[in-house]
């Protein structure tokens, strides 16, 4: 029997204008769930969610070392990034190192996520190219695999191709269950997507603060992701971005990763716990409300973090005048 | 007790990605229910998608015939329009016309929805004014009624102005409610929002389809609303928006408009009809898709239109290089 799911209000004036809700899992290294909300055995996709757990291929093959990258490049493997300058120039010059460049990136290209660099190359009339994507260091990770190891580079995004298939082997291994009969779909950056339930996602992110049942090498490599994306929480994001603005304050206790349809994936390495929460009808606000509000049932911030957090963690509903109208956060009744 | 509600699932590969739950009601004029899903006696703030009945007293105060306007400015007070250049500037043409300018307007600024608009605002560096808020038409009726019958234009947005207490009245006439103890918020434009049960405001659709019920002036002024949304669907929201296309390629048989926080309006007058659609979570995708639905089981489309339509009305989701990952639709099950 599985928990209520946890519910999110969007209120507006007198009235819950808006519900959502959210499944979402708190997981140890040794998969004991700590707190659930919701049917935490639906497989879900991790989308760009899981890429932490996509990292560590790029860092355990030893291609991280042989291209001498750092705790930004490594940051970027993980990133959703907005596309600012600093996130497009270290991508180039990442795949300059590997030998490649933008057009042996797959992902497809989309303007920028951060307005002022949107505004910069409209202003500018010049069309974004694939490096501008924010899966964009994921790809060049897949890709200096790739390079490191010998194999082919074009078509890394097809299930069938070696990368993907490692990255399977890691899937597996990491969330502890035989991948090949599970859903499988495309992502919007073009590789191969895969249906988890999302308690053993959580238990993949506990993985990633608490390695203690990694192989020995996957164990390094962990550390050395999630410190890097601690590290680095601008290259993992963006100016603002919610999971950028709570690894940036609340330094060095979590790293936190967006994915698209409302998925999160957070790593406490203190705690060692891991969790990931879906926001079942795929919106991000909500995702974000559910990750406050489980990160404040967990401790993670102090009075001073809190305070700072309060409008990221239920933030105000605006109208166009920059008036407060409502409100987003969790239900003030547990369950519906 | 209710029936289930209308579920619109999002699919990626094989499996149901993200999952909404919307509440629905189609009625006829005397408040008749045809067709429902989920609890309609819930209070739902209309927002935009209520537009046509606010338009309502622009017609019957004399308003619109002192200032000689036509289809194009009544289509535009019922608009969510997407900014482009013939809405802004009849907008513009508009509010001279009875003496006044953009900077009357109170809803605030915001850059246009249409891209190639905003990508032409942004080239030009220029920043944009009030007239480019999607609600500038319906201000802009509000004004014309205002200075029509004499009163200050100051302040029109206030609960407590002529403008928004003859609105209120219009609203408890058509939704047969005393609304004066409403739930109540502020919408994005500033103007009051107040929850009406959904069931309601599908009957004060229908009662535009269908003027029977309504007091001979408002009648008439319901007539030419409608009539006047039909006519210039492209008023009403703009290049390729989901309501202006279905009122396009449906030309006649329906008028639609869409509200923030996933709601929807439809006007049948072939069948006298009105509906009303909340997506629970507050998306416009699983409004649409819920939308679509309806006017499907209603048999509005023939055909040819239903062919013309399919990708909007059970749209593909589409990855960053255009290829089809899966397709919003409603849910194979009638419910969850």
């Known amino acids: 029997m599985s928990h209520p799911p946890l519910i999110i209000d969007v209120t507006r004036g007198s ?9 979402a899992a708190v997981a140890g290294p040794d ?8 049917d935490i055995e639906q497989p879900v996709y991790g989308r760009s969610a899981i890429k932490p757990l996509l990292a560590l291929a790029l860092v355990e093959t030893g291609a991280a070392d042989a291209f001498g990258l750092g705790d930004a490049e490594i940051a970027l493997a993980c990133a959703s990034h907005s596309g600012e300058p600093r996130h497009v120039e270290t991508v180039r010059a990442w795949l300059r190192r590997i030998g490649l460049s933008a057009a042996d990136l797959e992902c497809g290209a989309h303007m920028p996520y951060d307005e002022p660099s949107m505004r910069a190359l409209v202003a500018a009339a010049q069309t974004p190219d694939a490096a501008y994507n924010n899966c964009s260091g994921k790809h060049t990770g897949f890709l200096t695999t790739a390079v490191h190891l010998g194999e082919p580079t074009r078509g890394y995004i097809r299930y069938e191709h070696p990368v993907q298939q490692r990255l399977l082997g890691v899937l597996e291994q990491v969330c502890g269950l035989d991948l090949s009969e599970a859903p499988r779909g495309v992502d919007g950056c073009g590789i191969p997507t895969i249906g988890i339930p999302l308690g053993n996602t959580a238990m993949a992110m506990a993985r990633l603060a608490d390695p203690v049942e990694l192989p020995p090498e996957r164990a390094i490599a962990a550390k050395r992701v999630v410190a890097a994306m601690m590290a680095e929480p601008y290259m993992v994001g963006g ?4 999971a950028s603005v709570l690894m940036e304050e609340a330094a060095g206790k979590l790293a936190l990763k967006p994915g698209a349809e409302g998925v999160y994936a957070g790593i406490l390495p203190g705690q060692g716990l891991g969790i990931c929460v879906k926001a079942e009808d795929g919106t991000s606000r909500a995702a974000q409300a559910a990750v ?3 990160l404040e049932e967990l401790g993670v911030f102090d009075a001073a973090e809190r305070r700072a ?23 003030e009744k547990a369950a519906f």
Chains 1, 2 share one sequence.
């Open 239 to 242: 100016r603002g971005e919610f």
């Open 31 to 38: 998969g004991g769930v700590v707190r659930s909300w919701g």
């Open 309 to 331: 957090l309060a409008d990221r963690l239920t933030p105000p509903v605006l109208n166009r005048v920059g008036l407060e109208v409502g409100r987003i956060r969790p239900a």
């Open 292 to 294: 406050g509000r489980i």
């Open 15 to 23: 009235l819950v204008e808006s519900r959502h809700r959210c499944i």
